[in-house]
């Protein structure tokens, strides 16, 4: 007896190639493999953090170092083009100098036009500057009895040399020092010495 089977090509139920297909099933994840991938990405993510976070003060530090730095030389190239005395100092209102070697609170520059380290009612104030964020301490190392203050002349610029500290809590890796002079200012990760930077406010 001859018999010829056929390839149904209906789609109702129990014909076809849905029906017929043995390699057809559903594809995904069970619940335990769902389990053992997030567990790996959690020890992943985990174990990325401190770097991550190690990357994110370092760039914190840096912008804070060049903040004060662009600040300087902003003082130093606005004296001789006006041809006037500017006094950087710092200051936590941005109206008055504090008695500090704590620029970590914010800083201003102004006009000293009767060269008295004092910002006074009728000179002008050029710039002012935030406090410093993300646990970072700005601490100047200078420059005798008046050390707080950088005065900038027009002749010859800024007289004065000293060490502005940067202190990450926690981080004392990523300290730093903006040594100041009247060569270009550098950046270092030890003081003038060659001691680590440490700072004392």
């Known amino acids: 007896m001859d018999v010829t089977l056929k390839k149904s090509h209906g ?3 129990g014909h076809g190639y849905f029906q017929n297909n043995k390699q057809f099933h559903q594809t995904g994840l069970t619940l ?3 389990v053992i991938i997030m567990a790996i990405l959690g020890i992943l993510a985990g174990a990325g953090i401190p770097g991550l976070q190690g990357l994110l003060a370092s760039n914190r530090v840096t912008n804070e170092v060049n903040q ?6 902003y003082a130093w190239s606005e004296a001789i083009t006006r041809n006037e005395t500017l006094v ?3 200051s936590a209102d941005g109206r008055s100098c504090m ?7 914010g800083w201003l520059i102004f006009a000293d036009s009767n060269d008295n380290r004092e910002l006074d009612d009728d000179e002008a104030v050029k710039r002012i500057y935030p406090a410093v964020t993300h646990k970072i301490t700005v601490e100047l190392a200078a420059f005798g009895p008046r050390g707080q203050y950088i005065p900038f002349y027009p002749t010859d610029g800024m007289r004065t040399n000293g060490t502005f500290k940067f202190c990450v809590e926690g981080a004392p890796e990523l300290n730093r020092a903006l040594i100041v002079s009247k060569a270009r200012p550098r ?3 030890t003081m003038r010495d060659g001691k680590p930077v440490k700072c004392s406010i």
């Open 68 to 73: 004060i730095s662009h600040s300087l030389r």
């Open 187 to 189: 950046v270092s990760k």
């Open 11 to 13: 789609r109702g139920n």
């Open 88 to 90: 950087a100092c710092p």
């Open 99 to 105: 008695r500090s070697k704590d620029w970590g609170k």
């Open 32 to 34: 335990i493999e769902l």
